[in-house]
């Protein structure tokens, strides 16, 4: 049985920002947002009732990222989450380097992470999005996160890692 | 080990996700994708949904429906393409208030009829037009003015289905030895109205 669009949208549309914003920055993510919503919405008459719906928003959210960097293609690096507020307090300034550390990542090793840890795609679908194979993606994915991890560890590391658990 | 939890990295605001909803209803009207607009009023008879399409007003549904088994049922019947998109309703909204403060006896709004086909449809439009505020009048009635003066039972079985409830005011046909009859928003709902209008 196939749902409302209404549902859809409240049911992914959290998932589908989260990766907009993990894959092209705060910026740009919000009309990554409306451009995946917009061309589902047109084609989800068509879409077949078992079809995995999440996976399929993140395929359209994955080629409208590309439109969305192609328009403003000035910006070399995805800009971070809050990049113009310098925060003083410590987990705030921990999440912002972190999401700096995601905006830092080469392109493939971003989107294969977003696609997996936020979206729970598979590598084999992954795989398609990004033309490679799946363990091409896999590997995109355990590098990216593993340059995370790095980042993390760094910083718990050189500043007081007191209120991290 | 130290995991990176990425979902909490990126936390999602509520009121983001209201500005992108609203954003998209609005994209969705302009590009001629919004099949189905609907949202909610509050009234006397409880939270009423209200559904349009393009062409007009398409549904009227009571609390005791069960929103979400509308919602499911307009999808299916009229398009999925359906989205919480309140400004297509504004005017309807608007007149369902002056309505439900008396102030207004009469709706003026388009109407979508695709949901009553044939003879239902014509005992509906029948209803609309020659069933007035603050009248009632007996299935009986209704199956004369609906050129069917057998067809009772099937006039009883429309009103009982009517998807334009209120608006089209099924309400105020009630059965002829003066009993209420029954209404799609219960017993209690049609009372309600019919005090409203001061007939009951």
């Not at chain 1, 972190?98 to 905006?103: G, K, M, N, R």
């Not at chain 2, 989205?83 to 003026?108: C, I, K, N, T, W």
Request: charged fraction near 25%; hydrophobic fraction near 40%.
């Amino acid at each position: 049985m196939k749902q409302p669009f209404e549902k859809v949208v409240v049911q992914h549309g959290s998932t589908v920002l989260r990766v907009a914003r993990a894959v092209l920055g705060h910026a740009d993510a919000d009309d990554a947002w409306s451009d995946t919503f917009l061309a589902a919405m047109k084609a989800y008459p068509d879409l077949p009732a078992d079809a995995n719906v999440e996976a399929w928003l993140v395929t359209i959210a994955h080629r409208k990222a590309i439109d969305v960097v192609r328009a403003t293609s000035r910006r070399a690096t995805p800009v971070p989450d809050t990049p113009d507020r310098p925060s003083h307090d410590h987990a705030e300034g921990h999440h912002r380097e972190l999401t700096e550390a995601v905006a830092a990542l080469p392109t493939k090793q971003r989107q294969a992470v977003a696609y997996h840890y936020l979206a729970g795609l598979p590598y084999a679908e992954i795989a398609t999005l990004l033309d490679s194979s799946a363990a091409a993606a896999r590997r995109a994915a355990a590098d990216g996160i593993a340059a995370l991890r790095r980042s993390y560890t760094h910083d718990t590391e050189t500043e007081s890692a007191d209120d991290h658990r | 080990m130290t995991t990176v939890d990425l979902a909490a990295l990126y936390p999602i605001d509520d009121d983001d996700l209201t500005r992108l909803h609203a954003r998209l209803a609005t994209a969705a009207e302009r590009d001629d994708l919004l099949d189905v607009a609907y949202r909610t009023v509050d009234s006397p008879v409880g939270s009423l949904l209200i559904a349009a399409t393009p062409a007009g007003l398409v549904r009227v549904a009571f609390t005791i429906e069960g929103h979400d088994a509308v919602l499911q049922h307009l999808s299916d019947r009229i398009s999925p393409r359906l989205l919480h998109a309140p400004a297509r309703l504004d005017a309807v909204a608007q007149q369902l208030d002056e309505y439900f403060s008396g102030r207004r006896h009469g709706f003026d709004v388009p109407l979508d009829w695709q949901l009553s086909k044939g003879f239902r449809r014509t005992v509906l439009e029948h209803l609309a037009l020659d069933i007035e505020y603050g009248t009632t009048a007996s299935y009986g009635t209704l199956a004369r003015l609906s050129g069917s003066p057998k067809a009772v039972r099937a006039v009883g079985t429309t009103c009982a289905t009517n998807p334009i409830p209120v608006v089209v005011p099924c309400h105020r046909v009630v059965r002829a030895d003066g009993a209420l009859g029954g209404y799609r928003g219960g017993p209690a709902a049609k009372l309600i109205l019919l005090d409203l209008e001061g007939a009951a």
